[in-house]
């Protein structure tokens, strides 16, 4: 008796020997038969259908259909499922051939061919030898039953014969073909000709597909190929494609083919590209899908990838260590290319991280919305005069980055130049939306109440991934339209959500466009398209981003840790841009001949001339004029008042007035300043001139910056009473004295930007008055505290 019924029985001297053990064994295979047949006919048809459905991989393809991930089934195996019409003809002939040449025409299983392995395997005493049809391998793979040993085969030959019962042959083959296992973890037609040979089962060729089909009766032998040279694989392939040529006449070029070098894909360099974007894919993707057609180019992917990698390689010296980046199209949305990180499988970077999904701080890569609002509510076009001084905004004093003031600056070089006063100023005006509502309404997710930001949000207090932040320069590209980012080549666009008008978003984008920066050199690759572009920087210099528009391309990228440490090198203009622009000049070069990109202004859209120097419309002292663009009906229209003309006498060099005008008295244009911005422009190099006898109704009234009407001091008091309250204001730059008033007590006089300081003579409620020597007025109401006590009475 044989412990093992599968081990190769050894060859006995003596034929009676020899004979008289497998007579044995084959009346017991032919009673099995029998008693197997009995139990088919009378059972076997009131069984429900089996199952053969399995746990599958997915693969993700870029637009182009080139392989970027492959990923295991849950019982970690390799596996597509493949329908038989979309397999080659080759490979259905090739393994009907070699495995089971009569599969169409038996019951699911071969009498002739179980006799002969069973002579052969205990009767001659040769290997093993099953004789298993094609439907019992499936029977064998569905039910993981051991065919070694007799009970075994015959439970493989009732399952097979429950499969022939209720599927056609047809579908037995593809089930077959979607579990037979081709080697290492491989299992299935599907997966076996994508990881081998980068294509799908239908495209595969005659050498291919006989080279496949030897596979699932050895896969552990023959899978291992080891570039195609394994000679037990090589003979045995030879050995099909003459059966092959005994049923399938081939042409005169066909055998040629197998002399043809051999490119077979190892399973070690099956592709895993652009890992954190096939990671959120497969995260978006629905349950089940087998493939998924993304939006991304490869070829974009490599350039943005390899741009990041050397940019990091180039900086690592200045401790700058990790990045992100992504790019999109704006007409559908595509997204193109994204790189998480620098280094993906980099622990000491925690590169796994999709840095494209972080919320990081923005710094100032946001303001193009402040201004964009500012343009669509009538507060500025693209040429306003707005003012870059110290100002107190209700006890908030920022500064700019570079920790110095412009005095004037208009609209469009105070966005470029990323200047905090004036952002503060305009955000601060906003209103329905104001930028915190602007966020909300572009799908800006996990913000806090708007209280917990106050205006520190227009200065990068809050945080955004750099996805949301593409989506929002897209928006601008997009002519204020707000669409979602798409990740699948057959995703529809979703609705879009107009944000901003036309008008405004043209503006921003032009206020936007620029040349490079100065520490970025131009490459010899001319950029085909405009580039809108604007840097960040957070606070501590944790973050550093540029994001942009290059025609109708946006990009966006970032640099930093994901730990949040800070570095100084990490800033928008010196780190961000220069990579930006690299990426930028990069995909000029490979792609020279990119179509155009028309970006024409909106139709309602005009052009009007104005002050260069104000603003304003052009007054008759206006000296310098440019155009600029307004929106008819919102932008602000106001005449040009600081230049005005005095009466000058050319002999004396001295302002006169009409009463007493020399023969030698001529009109000269003078720049009448407010007083906050007059200083800061004198150490510019501009020269303010004697004041003299003005037109009247061409000054501005002055305004009180100190303190905030209806504000809240609390003063510590001391041996002559309270401490003193700074008091300044404002004033038109024709205003020679100002005189401050405490109720109707007269306080003091001043020149315009002079501080004058005020000790209250009790708390209480106080009505502060300022009036210029034009006499024009401002006023505020404070209420001022004791740190001893509350308030009293009211003055």
């Known amino acids: 008796m044989i412990s093992n019924p599968g081990a190769p029985v050894k060859q006995e001297p003596g034929p009676n020997k020899k004979l008289k053990p497998a007579v044995r064994r084959l009346g017991r ?19 429900e259908p089996p ?69 052969r395997t205990y009767g001659q005493g040769f290997n093993p030898q099953g004789g298993s049809t094609i439907t019992m391998q499936l029977a064998r793979l569905r039910w993981s039953i051991n065919t070694r040993s007799i009970t075994g085969k015959l439970e493989q030959i009732a399952r097979a014969m429950q499969l022939e019962l209720f599927y056609s042959k047809d579908e037995i083959l593809e089930a077959y073909l979607n579990r037979a296992p081709f080697g290492y973890n491989i299992e299935g ?8 040979f980068n294509k799908t089962p239908a495209e595969l060729t005659l050498p291919e ?42 042409s005169q070029q066909e055998p040629a083919l197998f002399d043809l070098p051999f490119n077979w894909r190892p399973p070690r ?24 057609i993304s939006t991304l180019d490869l070829s974009l992917q490599k350039i943005v990838e390899e741009r990041l990698k050397t940019f990091i390689e180039s900086r690592k010296s200045l401790g700058i260590v990790n990045g992100a980046a992504i790019l999109l199209d704006s007409r559908d949305m595509a997204v193109k290319a994204l790189v998480g990180s620098a280094a993906f499988f980099d622990p000491d970077i925690q590169g796994q991280v999709n840095g494209s999904r972080a919320k990081r701080s923005p710094g100032s890569a946001l303001k193009p919305f402040i201004y964009a609002l500012a343009l669509e509510q009538g507060l500025i076009h693209p040429r306003s005069m707005l003012k870059d001084v110290p100002t107190s905004f209700a006890g908030y004093r920022p500064e700019n980055f570079d920790r110095e003031f412009l005095g004037a600056i208009d609209a469009t070089e105070a966005l470029r130049a990323s200047r905090n006063i004036p952002a503060l100023y305009l955000a601060r005006q906003l209103n329905s939306p104001n930028l915190y509502q602007f966020l909300l309404q572009a799908g800006v997710t996990g913000m806090k109440e708007e209280q917990h930001y106050g205006l520190s949000l227009a200065l990068g207090g809050g945080e955004i991934s750099m996805q949301e932040m593409a989506g ?4 601008l590209a997009n002519r204020g339209m707000a669409r979602e980012l798409r990740w699948f080549r057959d995703e529809p666009a979703s609705p879009p959500r107009r944000l901003l008008s036309a008008e405004a978003s043209f503006l921003a984008r032009a206020m936007l466009t620029r040349s490079h920066p100065p520490q970025v050199t131009p490459s010899a690759h001319p950029l085909q398209y405009p580039i809108a572009w604007k840097t960040g920087t957070s606070w501590n210099f944790r973050d550093a981003w540029c994001a942009g528009l290059w025609g109708p391309y946006v990009l966006v990228v970032w640099l930093g840790n994901f730990s949040g440490q800070g570095n100084p090198a990490l800033t928008g203009e010196q780190a961000a841009a220069p990579l930006f622009f690299s990426i930028l000049e990069n995909i000029a070069g490979d792609y020279p ?164 300081f005020w000790r209250p003579a009790r708390p209480g409620l106080h009505h502060l008055r300022v009036a210029d020597d034009q006499g024009r007025a401002d006023s505020v109401m404070v209420r001022v505290e004791s740190i001893m006590g509350k308030s009293l009475g009211r003055e």
Not at 622 to 635: A, Q, Y
Request: glycine share 8%; hydrophobic share 45%.
């Open 189 to 196: 037609i599907g997966a076996a000709s994508l990881i081998y």
């Open 51 to 119: 199952p053969l459905a399995l746990a599958f991989s997915t693969a993700v393809y870029d637009r182009e259909g080139r392989l970027l991930r492959l990923t295991l089934a849950s019982d970690q195996r390799f596996r597509l499922w493949t329908p038989l019409a979309d397999i080659s003809p080759f490979l259905r002939q090739a393994i009907v051939l070699h495995e089971d040449q009569w599969f169409y025409y038996h019951p699911g299983f071969n009498p002739l061919s179980l006799l002969r392995g069973a002579w």
């Open 472 to 475: 929002l320069y897209a928006m």
């Open 269 to 292: 360099e099956l592709p895993f590209l652009a890992p954190h974007f096939s990671e959120q894919l497969l995260n978006r993707a629905e349950k089940g899908k087998q493939a998924l």
């Open 29 to 47: 295979w032919g009673l099995g038969i029998f008693l197997l047949l009995a139990l088919a006919a009378g059972g076997a048809r009131w069984l």
């Open 593 to 756: 001949d990119l179509p155009s990109w028309p970006d024409l202004p909106p139709p309602e859209l005009k052009q009007v001339e104005v002050c260069a120097i104000s603003g304003d419309l052009p007054g008759p002292w206006c000296r310098e004029k440019t155009l600029t663009w307004f929106i008819p009906g919102i932008s602000p229209i106001k005449v040009d008042s600081l230049h005005r003309p005095l009466l000058w006498d050319e002999e004396k060099g001295r302002a006169v007035c009409p009463a007493y005008l020399p023969p030698s008295a001529q009109a000269r244009t003078g720049e009448f300043w407010p007083s906050d911005v007059a200083g800061l422009r004198a150490r510019q190099g501009w020269s303010r001139l004697p004041l003299g006898c003005l037109v009247k109704g061409t000054s501005q009234p002055p305004r009180i910056t100190s303190p905030v009407s209806y504000g809240i001091y609390t003063l510590p008091s001391q041996a002559e009473g309270l401490a003193p309250l700074a008091l300044s204001a404002v004033s038109d730059g024709a205003v020679k004295r100002l005189y401050w008033f405490a109720g109707d007590a007269y306080i003091a006089a001043a020149s315009p930007g002079q501080t004058v």
């Open 209 to 250: 597909a006989i080279s496949l089909a030897l596979l699932p009766q050895a896969p552990a032998r023959r899978g291992k190929l080891g570039g195609g040279l394994n000679p037990d694989w090589l003979r045995d392939r030879r050995r099909l494609l003459s059966r092959w040529q005994e049923h399938y006449p081939l």
